[in-house]
């Protein structure tokens, strides 16, 4: 994956964690728990994207968030509320 054009997007719930991979398409799955994490983040390490966007959900997020600031990794979190289209 080319540093430069490589992005990952995360879904956060309450049990998984949904990684989306940008341009390649790549999807995958991961436990929101502390070994799910840690497979995480070695894989967003392996493939060094120029940035990782992660869904704010309330506090669901913060064990990912901080795994991955220990990282050095460049990591957005976003209120996907804020962005979202609501209809009227």
Do not use: H, W
Request: aromatic share 4%.
């Amino acid at each position: 994956m080319n540093k430069e054009d490589a992005f990952a997007g995360i879904n956060v719930s309450k049990s998984c964690l949904d990684l989306g991979l940008n341009p390649t398409g790549q999807f995958e799955r991961f436990s929101n728990d502390e070994s799910g994490i840690a497979n995480l983040v070695a894989l967003l390490e392996q493939l060094g994207p120029a940035l990782i966007v992660v869904e704010a959900t309330g506090g669901l997020e913060k064990l990912l968030v901080a795994a991955l600031r220990v990282t050095g990794l460049p990591i957005a979190v976003v209120n996907v509320r804020r962005y979202a289209t609501l209809p009227k």
